[in-house]
């Protein structure tokens, strides 16, 4: 006898990223228009390889996450997600984008001392499916850029399978591997000694929340930018190039 497959929304949603999905997506219709919407954009994004893209040209999203601890494996969560575009070497201080993200518990006394953001202004904050959603329709296609993206990554990519069951596909770079390549001896490359050596303001009540360390990391990067145009450095695949060194 010929199986029969279920038909329908249902079966769709579990080819897509499996039964644990499939099953909240069935009780939650909202949830499965944000699943389908996260997959398609990375579904996308793969296929944009963006090399020959010149740098002076180069469309950007400066991000940065605060989070509830250092292992998203571990239980941690993230708390609160920043961005700002940049062209070039142009801060676009008005395109910006911020959100809290309810991590659904809670929040150590030491993250909210750190980063000024408590239980209870999370708590009416949106699920981490809604803001992941909100956050990749502000990014589109544009490349990723991040102050020791090594963090910000693992946390992206555990948020997009927990709620998708995607990994990230965006380009990113990263503006402490570029300092490294362009300054190797130097011993800090801490996001508050580069902003320090590049005379970059640095608003305290800002450091540590999360669209004001992306609104300083995107001055960093245009600061970076210049050091890299006289390096000849005229496209993403020759900064690439440099970069896989280290």
Not at 59 to 66: N, W
Not at 132 to 144: A, H, I, N, P, S
Not at 176 to 200: C, F, H, T, V
Request: charged letters at 25%.
């Amino acid at each position: 006898m010929k199986e029969t497959k279920p038909s329908g929304g249902m079966w769709q949603l579990y080819k897509m990223g499996g039964i644990t999905p499939a099953i909240n997506s069935m009780f939650n219709p909202q949830n499965a228009q944000q699943m389908a919407f996260i997959r398609s954009i990375m579904k996308e994004q793969r296929k944009n390889s963006l090399y020959d893209v010149q740098l002076d040209n180069l469309q950007a999203v400066v991000f940065d996450l605060e989070t509830t601890g250092f292992s998203p494996y571990n239980g941690d969560e993230i708390i609160s997600i920043g961005a700002v575009v940049v062209e070039g070497v142009e801060v676009k201080s008005e395109e910006t984008f911020y959100s809290n993200v309810n991590p659904k518990r809670n929040i150590p006394a030491v993250i909210e001392k750190l980063t000024g953001i408590t239980n209870q202004m999370v708590a009416e904050a949106p699920d981490l499916i809604q803001a992941l959603r909100k956050f990749l329709e502000f990014v589109q296609r544009r490349v990723l850029i991040a102050h020791g993206t090594g963090h910000d990554k693992q946390f992206l990519n555990s948020a997009l399978w927990k709620t998708s069951k995607v990994n990230l596909s965006h380009r990113m770079l990263d503006t402490m591997m570029i300092a490294k390549w362009l300054q190797p001896k130097r011993k800090n490359y801490g996001l508050d000694s580069l902003l320090d050596d590049y005379e970059i303001e640095v608003d305290q009540k800002q450091r540590h929340h999360a669209l004001g360390d992306s609104l300083m990391t995107a001055k960093l990067w245009c600061k970076l930018m210049k050091e890299m145009e006289l390096r000849e450095v005229s496209n993403l695949g020759e900064l690439y190039a440099h970069l896989s060194h280290y």
